[in-house]
């Protein structure tokens, strides 16, 4: 993994192994937690990537909460696609708006309504595949001529990102094991100061921090992406067709397939 300052989840995706061997390039398809963190020595390092286009998964209220930072040294593409369901999205408008603690009605409706992961990111596939295909169709646009590489990111990186990134690497033929590897990294990588912050704010609220609470926040279990991608073969076959369902063509699919494989 990178290391650029200020960023706790930042990596390339290449190198994920492939089903028929091979792996994934490098330099075509990033994943990162929110980039309001950025170090100006990260920055400089971010600069020094061919990403050029940043695609930010979060909602109104957790941009506005903070906004992403950008090298000025030259210009980039970003795409907004808000994509977060249920109680997860009630839960973080409130932690990231006013930070005064929650009534008691709030607590109740969010506490008495938060899904697991499993549940969060099938109900984001339900909702998102049109999303999706808009990210896929970003990665297949990239070239290696110009710093084109996309660059996907929500608040910690792990969820809205990790079910994107997967659905990526399925659909370009990854071997199952390694996407799960890459989406359980999230976890250690958010670790410590990351972790620990978010759930200062989240107890801020007056939400208790139960174990199911915690790992919705910060942790990134293999059930969880796994449960999530059974969902998408039982109901389209795979990511390539689920992608497919959202609008990708066959020949932006093929397209894909291309850039994402060495």
């Known amino acids: 993994m990178s290391v650029v300052g200020g960023l706790h989840n930042f990596r390339d995706t290449g190198g994920t ?59 980039y593409g970003t795409v907004d696609l808000s994509i977060l369901e249920g109680a997860m999205g009630e839960l973080a408008q409130q932690v990231m708006a006013s930070g005064a603690p929650l009534t008691d009605d709030q607590l109740a409706a969010v506490a008495g309504s938060l899904p697991t992961l499993e549940q969060l990111y099938i109900g984001m596939l339900q909702h998102g595949a049109d999303a999706f295909a808009q990210v896929a169709r970003l990665v297949a646009a990239s070239t290696d001529d110009e710093p084109t590489a996309v660059l996907v990111h929500c608040t910690a990186g792990k969820d809205r990102t990790g079910v994107a990134v997967a659905l990526l690497l399925e659909a370009a033929g990854a071997e199952r094991s390694a996407v799960v590897a890459d989406y359980t990294a999230s976890q250690a990588n958010l670790a410590g100061e990351w972790a620990d912050g978010m759930l200062q704010m989240v107890a801020s609220l007056g939400l208790p921090l139960t174990p199911a609470l915690v790992t919705l926040m910060t942790g990134s279990p293999a059930e969880a992406i796994e449960g999530a991608l059974a969902w998408v073969d039982a109901t389209h076959g795979g990511a390539a067709e689920y992608l497919r369902s959202g609008g990708l063509t066959a020949e932006e699919l093929a397209t894909l397939r291309a850039r994402l494989t060495a």
């Open 17 to 75: 192994a492939l089903r028929a061997g091979g792996e994934t390039r490098a330099g075509v398809l990033y994943r990162s937690d929110a980039l309001g963190t950025l170090t100006d020595a990260g920055l400089e390092v971010f600069a020094e990537t061919p990403i050029g286009v940043v695609v930010d998964f979060r909602t109104p209220h957790e941009r506005a909460a903070l906004p992403d930072r950008l090298p000025a040294e030259r210009p």
